[in-house]
């Protein structure tokens, strides 16, 4: 059993205090990572602030799913490790194109292209981001060449296979049947797991988010963590916190606009990050239930 104490990058003011997590207070950051960055600022928030840190932490609590492209910074940390797959719940793919640097729809692309990253899956798609009208801009070097898994519902990713990635996209029913496959797959070759979970993959009943969401239960997430028990655990990060983003840059209130992030109401906040306060606390008592990997 893990008994690393998760660890809180206080960006946003999104996460509520959990049972021995430390918390690294970082408002200075907020305005520069969130929502997108260059990549040279992705690079030195993982010089200056997380260097400080061992590479092997316990689960690291991100803030709004607006920072998830900070799982890239971590996952550069584990350079020196064998070869482990990453595992990602996300209702995105995060594989998007984005040409001004590093965004939080855009990092798995860089994720796949780690030599420490043996393949990159992400479960519980239902964006329209992978069906056809977001085609082209969808990463494909990942996907034509083995290397991303796209596990999705409610998409029609047919698209993909006119185009020779159609073994790329495993599109199911239902999330019982999706992780059912999961789960048949992982069992023929148990491999060490970095664990990623962005909370907009579950059902607003579950937790509300500040992008659209997905459809998976509590359960269903905890059956994603059961499933990697034999190869363990080098690492896990979650995100998908609710927080209010006033963006200093006009730039990003433009591209916010554009993603259509829903409004969040200020009276319902506190409620909703209490909810997510509890989750956060499942999620972690599973994640300390496996082992680490070797």
């Known amino acids: 059993m893990s008994t690393r104490a998760p660890l809180i990058l206080d960006l946003d003011g999104g996460v509520l205090p959990l049972p021995q997590a430390h918390t690294l207070a970082l408002p200075h950051w907020h305005d520069r990572l969130r929502f997108a960055c260059g990549h040279a600022t992705l690079a030195r928030f993982g010089e200056d602030v997380l260097s400080t840190w061992p590479a092997h932490t316990g689960t690291v609590l991100l803030g709004s799913g607006d920072f998830h492209h900070l799982s890239l910074a971590l996952l550069r940390r584990l350079y020196a490790r064998p070869p482990f797959q990453l595992v990602v719940l996300d209702n995105h793919p995060d594989n998007?194109?984005?040409?001004?640097?590093?965004?939080?729809?855009?990092?798995?692309?860089?994720?796949?292209?780690?030599?420490?990253?043996?393949?990159?899956?992400?479960?519980?798609?239902?964006?329209?981001?992978?069906?056809?009208?977001?085609?082209?801009?969808?990463?494909?070097?990942?996907?034509?060449?083995?290397?991303?898994?796209?596990?999705?519902?409610?998409?029609?990713?047919g698209w993909a296979h006119a185009l020779g990635m159609g073994g790329a996209f495993r599109r199911f029913a239902h999330p019982q049947a999706l992780l059912a496959a999961f789960a048949a797959e992982q069992a023929t070759a148990p491999q060490p797991t970095y664990l990623s979970i962005d909370k907009d993959v579950f059902a607003e009943d579950v937790a509300r988010s500040n992008?659209?969401?997905?459809?998976?239960?509590?359960?269903?997430?905890?059956?994603?963590?059961?499933?990697?028990?034999?190869?363990?655990?080098?690492?896990?990060?979650?995100?998908?916190?609710?927080?209010?983003?006033?963006?200093?840059?006009?730039?990003?209130?433009?591209?916010?606009?554009?993603d259509g992030q829903p409004r969040i109401d200020p009276d319902e906040l506190p409620g909703w990050q209490r909810r997510h306060q509890q989750l956060n606390a499942e999620l972690l008592a599973a994640l300390a239930d496996l082992p680490a990997a070797d």
């Open 211 to 258: 992008w659209d969401q997905g459809c998976f239960q509590l359960g269903d997430a905890l059956t994603v963590i059961d499933t990697l028990r034999a190869g363990g655990l080098v690492g896990s990060d979650i995100t998908g916190e609710v927080s209010l983003a006033r963006y200093r840059s006009r730039f990003k209130r433009w591209l916010s606009a554009l």
């Open 96 to 157: 998007m194109r984005f040409p001004f640097g590093m965004h939080c729809g855009s990092w798995v692309n860089a994720a796949a292209a780690l030599p420490q990253v043996s393949h990159v899956h992400v479960l519980g798609i239902t964006s329209p981001d992978i069906a056809l009208r977001h085609a082209w801009e969808n990463h494909w070097t990942p996907l034509w060449r083995g290397r991303l898994t796209y596990w999705c519902m409610d998409v029609d990713v």
